[in-house]
């Protein structure tokens, strides 16, 4: 596959903001080996199958390195991705648009294989027991055709064995033999967490939390948080332009001893939140009405009244007290920005891919 035109410019341009560096130190060095450093995904330009991944090495002292699987593999991707599961040694690089997993070697970005049946808007991954499970939506407008796909990660084939679940399957993690997953509710709605027993042929538990649950995290005791989105506002005519449609955004917290939710923070009406990451015991969410990431402990029972200003992000995630986020442009190269939790100041930025999403620890 060749490099299109607009890849190869995005390409050059990112050179171009590398090499106007005040530092030529600072000028990032392609080693083939990106162990040790930030991921970030790019979804790519919407229709043009051109996302991509940038690396940015863990001391923060040059600009990123983008397009590494194309350098690597002189090919694109040749899709939208959707998101990036990783095992010890690999990169599951799922491509929503072209329902295909590209297999590669997590440190080097050398291809693999590639995994294109049995896949119908793949989403998500998770692993467990030597398999990976994909949820799957199915047609978007069909509530009645979400699954997880099941890959053995051994011979990377996927199996005839799927797992039906609810509309809208989305976020996907695994703990002790079980899967769980977040119905978002794809271009509807849902309200509910699955809980999948693998050690109990695959019978499905269900958790009723609030409208579009989304991000999904395990806290520091192996309990189980949820961010809500809610359902997104739609209004009437003029001239009042009433609300229809709206339910708030919530944050859950599930009790996995005994599957019940024990605390829920709602938002206030019409207040929206996305992004959720936690750290040890600390948890971040961003809300576009503010563009701010706000924290709270996991044992408070209100929500913070202060945050980090970060304009409109696309990807959020935390390590080592910084914040990193991602200003997205899916006309243009994106940027990755990292925020000094403590003193709110951004300490670090650089140009990465097309509609740049998703931030990975590598």
């Not at 849902?190 to 538990?205: P, R």
């Not at 563009?291 to 945050?307: H, M, P, R, S």
């Not at 442009?329 to 403590?342: G, N, P, Q, R, W």
């Amino acid at each position: 596959m060749k490099i299109t035109k607009s890849i190869f410019k995005l390409f050059i341009i990112s050179l171009v903001f590398t090499s106007c560096s005040n530092n030529d130190e600072e000028f990032p060095e392609i080693t083939g080996n990106y162990k040790d450093g930030i991921i970030v995904s790019a979804e790519g330009g919407f229709g043009n199958k051109d996302g991509s991944i940038s690396y940015v090495n863990e001391n923060l002292n040059r600009l990123a390195t983008n397009f590494i699987y194309t350098g690597v593999n002189n090919a694109q991707l040749g899709g939208l991705i959707q998101s990036i599961s990783f095992t010890d040694t690999e990169a599951y690089i799922i491509l929503n648009d072209v329902n295909t997993i590209v297999v590669a070697d997590r440190y080097t970005f050398e291809k693999i294989t590639e995994i294109n049946t049995g896949l119908n808007n793949p989403r998500y991954m998770a692993t467990a027991n030597g398999k990976g499970y994909i949820t799957n939506w199915g047609n978007p407008s069909d509530t009645t055709d979400d699954y997880l796909g099941v890959i053995d990660l051994a011979t990377n084939t996927i199996e005839s064995t799927t797992i039906s679940l609810d509309n809208g399957v989305e976020r996907i993690l695994a703990k002790d033999n079980k899967l769980y997953v977040s119905h978002k509710g794809a271009w509807s709605s849902n309200n509910i967490i699955s809980i999948v027993d693998l050690a109990a042929n695959n019978t499905v538990e269900k958790i009723i939390v609030k409208d579009n649950p989304d991000e999904l995290i395990f806290d520091v005791s192996g309990n189980l948080i949820v961010l809500s989105e809610g359902k997104p506002l739609t209004y009437g005519g003029a001239p009042d332009y009433a609300v229809l449609t709206n339910t708030t955004s919530s944050i859950s917290f599930i009790n996995l001893s005994n599957n019940t939710i024990t605390k829920e923070i709602e938002f206030s009406d019409n207040e929206r939140a996305s992004q959720m990451s936690y750290v040890n015991g600390e948890i971040y969410y961003y809300m576009g009405s503010e563009q701010k990431v706000f924290t709270i402990n996991e044992n408070d029972t209100t929500l913070a009244t202060d945050g980090i200003a970060t304009g409109n992000i696309y990807g959020m995630s935390v390590k080592d007290n910084k914040l990193f986020t991602t200003s997205y442009s899916f006309t243009a190269l994106s940027k990755l920005i990292v925020t000094d939790l403590s003193t709110k100041e951004v300490v670090y930025s650089s140009p990465v891919g097309l509609g740049a999403s998703k931030i990975y620890f590598n």
